[in-house]
């Protein structure tokens, strides 16, 4: 009887720990299902964000563009407006020069 006991303990044991590895394996699932899911979210907010910082880097090298249009456009036009002044300049120097003689 007592070594029937034994067994009886044993296969109660064995119970107990089939049941706790049952739990463990139900709690283990969900996480993995959490972290499942948190890992395509995270993907896909990744994503966005890679799109967005594409977009942004492509705008910024079009003000770039922009900017240096307008600088070369504005340093053509001072061109013009220098030598413009260079013209408007010559016949007062000559009547200064002539004055002069």
């Known amino acids: ?8 303990q044993e296969i109660d044991e064995s119970q107990a ?6 739990s463990s394996k139900v709690q283990l699932e969900e996480i993995k299902t959490d972290l499942a899911g948190n890992l395509k979210r995270d993907k896909a907010e990744l994503k966005k964000k890679r799109e967005v910082l594409k977009e942004v880097e492509k705008l910024a090298g079009q003000d770039l563009r922009v900017l240096q249009q307008e600088v070369s456009q504005m340093n053509d036009e001072l061109t ?10 010559k016949p007062i120097k000559e009547e200064i020069f002539e004055t002069k003689q």
Request: hydrophobic share 45%; proline share 0%; glycine share 0%.
């Open 17 to 22: 720990r089939a049941a706790a590895m049952q």
């Open 80 to 89: 013009n407006l220098r030598d413009e002044w260079e013209e408007y300049k």
């Open 1 to 8: 009887m007592a070594e029937l006991d034994a067994f009886k």
